[in-house]
């Protein structure tokens, strides 16, 4: 809202910034009776739109924010308070509280003083009477059109009926009561005495003095000391004067006759006597009566007044009694006054102190009203204190907020599914705090270090687009939850969250919040997957779903990392911790490792143990292609190793016969020995057809072949090129190494069935070229050939490949090599070689 150029809070910072601060004690003055913006130096029209500025602080709103319609806030306004109303802090209407508090002094005191001394007012006083009943009448009519704050809400509340309601239901009629003309009604109903009582009803008008004296106990431009014996040394003449007013009242209910048997017909101070007490001056009769009464509360009283009558002795035993209740009530307060500590001047001091930092660091006008209002609402209210609960012990505190908030965090819809132990390390951290209504608690587009958790009240949730417009997303109720995206997904707020009505609200920091999710990984999944399910009817939480998932992903990750290196390490409590606390021992790393990996590869049998009772998958491969088994074979932990196997782990390796023989070629020998007795097969193949025996043969290592055969490994099995490990053996000249493996040969060709060598041969056939001309003949005289299986003689070859080629099959025909040699057997034959056909001729 502008008012010529300027808006009105700019104006106000404006003047401060030029105005130097010479007297802290007058800018303080100023702070604390400067509670609206207003400008008095324009026109009506200047004047109207204040009051809708501050209409819009009480709200909530801020006029002066960017995308603020000043008409349809003023439409809305005329909608939801209909008619005029007068803010409370309204300079004129706070001038009419100081003047109707002078009459309500006077009529505070006067009223005794007229039901004790006088029968029918006398001139003089009463046109001022009437004067006085006029000024409370036009009170009362003010009262329908004074604005309130809700004690529950704490919102102002200015519509005129909900302000008639409550003044009806509280004062009006009293009010009422007390403005009628009882002097007169007294006159004309034949000065009956009971109507006279019915004046005391203006005695209600105290409450506005004791108003006054709660409001100056609260001012820090008056000194506490002194405003504190003020109000106290009021209570005692208002007591002292009420009393001396009935004492006197009750001398004149008997009649003149009789006035001797009365205190103060009876009563004689040396010389003078009181006899005939009606005719004496009415101030030296007043002031009898209040030495009565004040030495009589004192009980320090010399005789020389005393009850004479019983319906006097009653009411001084009456009065003395309640004198004992003043008295411990006024030296209580003094005792207090002394060393200090009230609340309210604990208040006092807090707001002085607040206010001089506001004033050094020149805070905005928005920020001073919302602190002053939330230590104003700490004083007036009840609600938790932390300050109480400082001194207590952790245990007896986290009892404490369990009884108190469990019952909210339960029923959060951000918890549901999540383990009780959970539930109550979320109790046993958080802080209550109240928050008024139209504060902003979080901004849209701000980092967020805090979750709050809704117990009471309403708050609303605010989406700001690139223009400045506003709209509503959501509006949050009890037990729902804000700030949990933006600290679970590490993304800014994506709402502005401001309050609609007082909030009773639990905080929850974002550290601790992240120190129990690392502990309970389970229900931080849980969390995760509530925060997707119920924000799905939300179209920004709907694009956000992504960067949730990969939050989860994310997380998963990092837990598989913990209990991976609680495996690594050994540290089989914190293991234990982890599955208990529901991560996943299947869960693999980056590496695809799981904890088991770890464990056999360090030889932890305790962790090997667990992870089996558990449950783990036992033959699960790492990326590299290793199992738990062969990561203990590896590192040369037997023990693992057996125990792994003993429950059924495999090695389940996929190219066994290229791991196996490349391992052989190594030439590690307990490597080896450890493989074979761990269930490889010793005569698996590589992509040559070679075994671990036609390499160790090669090689020439007589322990590793020992090995191998004793492990079953064949040496009747050929490779791609026909060899057998026999061949092997001999091309590397290893004499023992030979007789071993033609004892073994012979061994195995024994315990061969009958046509099993036909068999063998078929499982691993070879196969030759064969050509139909000399190898030396010219190109251009060449022609196709056919591939062939080689047979088991060379008798069957040529026939075959006769046949084949369509050639007549002559007695001198043989098969050479490109070499020119002829071929006498088949097992001098090759795989994929190139032969001819022709005749010795």
Request: aromatic share 10%; hydrophobic share 40%; with cysteine.
């Given at each position: ?32 009776v ?35 319609n ?26 009419w ?24 007012l ?47 239901r ?64 009021a209570?005692e ?20 006759v ?9 009563l ?5 006597s009181y ?20 030495v ?38 003094m ?37 002053k ?32 908030y469990?019952?909210y ?8 599914g ?41 708050l ?30 590490n993304i ?43 924000k ?31 495996a ?24 695809g ?18 992870l ?42 996929d190219?066994?016969?290229g ?13 080896i ?12 193949k ?63 060709l ?46 069957e ?23 020119a ?21």
């Amino acid at each position: 809202m502008r008012i010529g150029t300027l808006t009105v809070a700019e104006r106000e910072e404006e003047r401060r910034r030029k105005k130097p601060v010479e007297d802290e004690d007058e800018v303080v003055a100023e702070e604390y009776v400067v509670e609206d913006v207003r400008d008095h130096d324009h026109g009506r029209l200047a004047k109207r739109r204040s009051r809708f500025t501050l209409l819009a602080g009480d709200l909530g709103l801020d006029p002066t924010r960017r995308g603020f319609n000043t008409e349809k806030f003023i439409d809305g306004i005329r909608g939801c308070s209909p008619g005029l109303f007068i803010h409370p802090q309204n300079s004129w209407y706070r001038a009419w509280e100081k003047f109707i508090l002078i009459w309500a002094l006077y009529s505070s005191f006067f009223t005794p003083m007229e039901f004790g001394f006088f029968r029918g007012l006398p001139e003089n006083l009463y046109f001022l009477d009437i004067a006085g009943q006029i000024a409370f009448l036009v009170d009362v009519v003010l009262q329908f059109f004074v604005a309130y704050r809700d004690s529950q809400t704490y919102k102002m509340i200015s519509n005129r009926n909900l302000i008639a309601v409550r003044y009806l239901r509280s004062h009006f009629v009293f009010d009422i009561l007390a403005c009628m003309p009882w002097d007169n009604i007294y006159r004309a109903s034949g000065r009956k005495e009971e109507v006279r009582y019915l004046l005391l009803i203006r005695l209600v008008r105290v409450r506005k003095v004791l108003e006054f004296f709660s409001r100056l106990e609260k001012d820090i431009r008056v000194n506490y000391l002194f405003s504190r014996i003020i109000k106290l040394i009021a209570v005692e003449l208002y007591c002292t004067h009420t009393a001396a007013c009935i004492f006197y009242y009750l001398a004149t209910t008997l009649p003149a006759v009789e006035e001797g048997y009365t205190w103060i017909g009876s009563l004689k101070l040396g010389d003078y006597s009181y006899s005939n007490f009606r005719e004496i001056d009415i101030w030296k009769r007043y002031t009898t009566s209040l030495y009565f009464a004040i030495v009589t509360m004192a009980t320090v009283g010399y005789g020389d007044i005393h009850a004479v009558n019983l319906r006097e002795m009653i009411f001084v035993m009456a009065y003395v009694s309640f004198d004992m209740v003043l008295g411990a009530y006024l030296i209580g307060n003094m005792t207090a006054l002394i060393v200090k500590g009230s609340k309210t001047e604990r208040y006092r001091d807090r707001m002085t102190d607040l206010l001089k930092y506001m004033n050094r660091n020149r805070l905005g006008r928005d920020i001073r009203n919302q602190i002053k209002g939330h230590l104003r609402l700490q004083y007036e209210s009840s609600y938790t204190d932390s300050a109480i609960l400082h001194d207590l012990p952790i245990s007896i505190r986290a009892k404490i907020s369990q009884t108190l908030y469990k019952s909210y965090i339960g029923n959060v819809s951000l918890f549901k599914g999540c383990s009780l132990e959970f539930i109550n390390q979320i109790v046993s951290k958080v802080h209550e705090e109240f928050f008024l209504p139209g504060e902003v608690i979080m901004e849209q587009g701000n980092a967020v270090e805090q979750i709050y958790f809704i117990c009471h009240g309403e708050l609303e949730e605010i989406g700001i687009s690139e223009d400045g417009s506003e709209e509503t997303v959501s509006i949050l109720k009890p037990h729902s939850s804000f700030g949990e995206v933006s600290i679970l997904c590490n993304i800014p707020q994506p709402y502005t969250v401001r309050v609609c009505e007082l909030c009773r609200l639990l905080r929850l920091d974002k550290q601790s919040f992240s120190n129990i999710l690392e502990i309970y990984f389970h229900d931080g999944r849980k969390i995760l997957n509530n925060l997707i399910e119920f924000k799905a009817t939300d179209d920004r939480m709907k694009q956000l779903e992504t960067d949730i998932t990969l939050h989860i992903g994310k997380q998963e990750a990092e837990l598989a990392l913990r209990v991976n290196s609680s495996a690594h390490y050994g540290d089989l409590y914190q293991l234990k911790s982890l599955i208990r606390a529901g991560a996943d021992p299947n869960k693999k790393d980056y590496d695809g490792r799981t904890p088991l990996h770890l464990a056999a590869s360090k030889g932890y049998e305790d962790i090997t143990l667990f992870l089996i009772q558990e449950g783990v998958e036992l033959n699960v491969l790492d990326n590299f292609g290793n199992t738990p088994l062969l990561e203990a074979i590896k590192s040369g932990h037997d023990k693992v190793a057996s125990l792994l196997v003993k429950e059924g782990a495999s090695l389940k390796i996929d190219d066994a016969g290229g791991f196996l023989c490349s391992t052989v070629a190594k030439g590690d020998i307990d490597y080896i020995r450890r493989i074979l007795c761990n269930g490889i097969d010793p005569n698996s193949k590589d992509f040559d057809f070679r075994t671990p025996l036609h390499v160790a043969a090669s090689q020439g290592s007589y322990i590793i072949v020992k090995l191998l055969v004793e492990a079953g490994a064949s040496v009747l099995s050929k490779d791609r090129w026909g060899n057998t490990p026999l061949d092997e053996g001999r091309m590397s000249g290893n004499k023992l190494l030979i007789k071993l493996l033609e004892e073994a040969k012979s061994v195995q060709l024994s315990e061969l069935p009958e046509g099993s060598q036909e068999i063998t041969d078929k499982m691993h056939p070879r196969k030759c070229t064969i050509y139909p001309f000399h190898p030396w003949e010219p190109k251009e005289k060449t022609r196709f050939g056919v591939v062939v299986w080689i047979p088991r003689t060379i008798d069957e070859l040529i026939k075959m490949a006769a046949e084949q080629l369509k050639l007549q099959l002559h007695p001198d025909s043989c098969i050479v090599t490109e070499d020119a040699g002829k071929i006498l057997d088949v097992d001098m034959i090759i795989d994929d070689q190139k032969l001819y056909l022709i005749t010795e001729e």
